[in-house]
């Protein structure tokens, strides 16, 4: 799921609220021992002890190196604030498993459920069930389609995420004179709206440089596949212009591939903000020159917004007295002049 543009920021109770944004339904590769920390909370009224509350957690298993910082990033927030009781349940892929946790807590009566549905249609009824028992949901990043099952979503602009790619892209081959050039995109699994969408952003900014994908195929968000897939397409193009990759995750593959065919004659973009892929473009020597970021930094903030909720307390920096009842990130676009801002928030694939 993932990435790119300028950098922006909202404050949430005094806490940069970071406008980023992939990542998949999937599982893919097995999730590394660490992740980046969530950014320490910018002191504020709001960020003082206030109402104790109980923030109950529910999320997929981490075999995604994604998912597993979006638990991370959601437990290290929720340490930030002595007036919070972080009750996160088992994660799951399963599920029935997923609706039997929810129910738990809604059962022990938590002050406000932060949830990251393995499909949001299939968890709508037991989010709604939470709303209807008075307690306050915030839908991370996979939305529920009732907007009754929730009181704030808060998630990535995958849209935006093709459109920084495709920007990228096109901004980079018109700098170089290239004309019809040769654009591939690996996707993560075609069949997803969220796929969906982040292919018609990349093709909506491409066309306005005159160009279009050449070719695309999906890699279904793992490692395996994205090598599978990208030797399958240097194979049939014996020269591409530019490559972009829709996942870091199975963007380790895909490098793999690259390496492994000995090429370089084109620019690759990724996506979602991995911590290998910002290392990639650190070093200047990978054909990976950028990526565009979908962090699951948002899980941090999905945690400072319920306590906000729970506490009954807005947005600092709003003059509204009430969150939001949505907020899309924007979609960041990391390269070697500015990757160094960026490496504390990048995850381990």
Excluded at 197 to 221: H, I, P
Excluded at 262 to 275: K, P, Q, T, W, Y
Excluded at 280 to 307: D, F, H
């Amino acid at each position: 799921m993932s990435e790119k543009v300028a950098r922006r920021g909202f404050l949430v109770g005094g806490a940069v609220l970071l406008a980023t944004g992939c990542t998949s339904n999937e599982p893919v590769a097995a999730p590394s021992s660490s992740a980046a920390p969530a950014p320490a909370p910018v002191a504020s009224g709001n960020d003082q002890p206030g109402d104790k509350v109980t923030i109950g957690f529910s999320a997929p298993a981490a075999d995604h190196g994604w998912i597993a910082a979006i638990a991370k990033n959601a437990e290290s927030a929720a340490k930030q604030y002595s007036d919070v009781d972080f009750k996160p349940v088992e994660p799951t892929n399963d599920i029935n498993q997923q609706i039997s946790a929810v129910e738990s807590l809604i059962a022990a009566k938590v002050s406000a459920l932060v949830i990251l549905p393995n499909d949001g249609q299939q968890l709508n009824q037991v989010a709604l069930q939470a709303t209807q028992a008075g307690i306050p949901v915030i839908n991370l990043d996979r939305v529920f389609p009732d907007k009754l099952a929730y009181r704030t979503w808060i998630g990535g602009d995958n849209y935006g995420m093709g459109v920084a790619a495709g920007h990228y892209i096109g901004k980079q081959l018109k700098d170089k004179g290239v004309a019809n050039p040769v654009i591939v995109e690996i996707q993560g699994i075609a069949t997803l709206p969220l796929t969906q969408d982040r292919s018609k952003g990349f093709a909506d900014a491409l066309k306005t440089y005159g160009f279009s994908v050449t070719a695309k195929q999906d890699a279904k968000f793992t490692v395996e596949t994205g090598n599978q897939v990208a030797t399958s397409l240097l194979q049939a193009h014996k020269k591409i212009d530019a490559l972009w990759n829709h996942d870091d995750d199975q963007g380790v593959g895909v490098l793999a591939a690259i390496k492994e065919a000995n090429r370089n004659e084109f620019i690759m973009v990724g996506g979602a903000g991995s911590l290998n892929a910002m290392k990639e473009i650190q070093s200047g020597t990978s054909v990976l020159k950028a990526t565009v970021t979908y962090s699951p930094t948002m899980a941090s903030s999905a945690i400072k917004i319920a306590r906000l909720i729970a506490q009954g307390k807005g947005m600092s920096d709003l003059v509204e007295n009430q969150v939001p009842q949505s907020i899309t990130l924007a979609s960041e676009t990391i390269t070697k002049d500015n990757v160094e801002k960026y490496l504390a928030l990048g995850f381990e694939s």
